[in-house]
């Protein structure tokens, strides 16, 4: 889906209208803080998966002394 600047314009002139110049501030101020809370979620998430399929290092083999 491609917006172009018409679209752009025509979604910011219906915003304008149904919440007015007063509210769209906070209403933007609020969508950009929710954006930004759900990248750091997600590149959180995806952080601890790439972690969790990393090959863990083998564990060292214990060395026994033979009995004599």
């Known amino acids: 889906?491609?917006?172009?600047?018409?679209e752009?314009?025509?979604i910011l002139v219906i915003a304008l209208?149904?919440?007015g110049?007063?509210?769209?501030p906070e209403l933007g101020k609020?969508?950009?803080q929710g954006i930004r809370e759900f990248k750091k979620?997600?590149?959180s998430l995806?952080?601890?998966l790439s972690d969790s399929l990393k090959d863990p290092e083998p564990a060292?083999?214990?060395?026994?002394?033979?009995a004599s």
């Open 1 to 6: 889906m491609n917006l172009g600047f018409p």
């Open 8 to 10: 752009i314009i025509m």
């Open 17 to 19: 209208l149904v919440f």
């Open 21 to 24: 110049p007063k509210k769209l």
């Open 30 to 32: 609020s969508l950009g």
């Open 41 to 43: 979620g997600t590149r």
């Open 46 to 48: 995806q952080d601890d």
């Open 60 to 66: 060292p083999v214990p060395v026994t002394e033979k």
